[in-house]
């Protein structure tokens, strides 16, 4: 079993930057997808983008260019660097991992994280 929990969430103003982190236990997740969801109140879930197991990336349209996914694979981790924040970015966050390549699919992800909440006021 994998855990994930995440951390970083928090309030800022539009155009401003926040980090989240999600660090795993239980087991090593270095040849798992790792990958990032949010909500918005009264929205479905989406994909917001995923990292491969290689490194390889994949954002979706609504934050190409202004989020960065990374992975520390000594440090079981995984950071969502978000630029330029906009309201419409404001949900909550959620940390996921799942199978080694890249899907956007929330089925691809097993395991997922309890949630942080952001907040971009305008």
């Known amino acids: 079993q994998v855990q994930l929990v995440e951390s970083g969430g928090g309030s800022v103003q539009a155009g401003g930057s926040l980090r989240l982190s999600c660090a795993a236990s239980?087991?090593?997740?270095?040849?798992?997808?790792m990958g990032w969801f949010r909500q918005a109140p009264g929205k479905e879930r989406d994909f917001v983008g995923v990292?491969?197991?290689?490194?390889?990336?994949d954002y979706a349209n609504s934050v190409k260019g202004r989020f960065t996914i990374a992975r520390d694979n000594a440090k079981n981790t995984v950071y969502l660097q978000m630029n330029s924040l906009k309201p419409e970015d404001t949900a909550v966050y959620y940390c996921?991992?799942?199978?080694?390549?890249?899907?956007?699919?929330?089925?691809?992800?097993?395991?997922w994280g309890q949630g942080t909440q952001v907040t971009v006021s305008s």
């Open positions: 990292i491969s197991w290689s490194g390889s990336t």
């Open positions: 996921v991992a799942g199978r080694t390549g890249l899907g956007r699919e929330s089925t691809n992800f097993a395991y």
């Open positions: 239980g087991r090593t997740v270095s040849r798992n997808a």
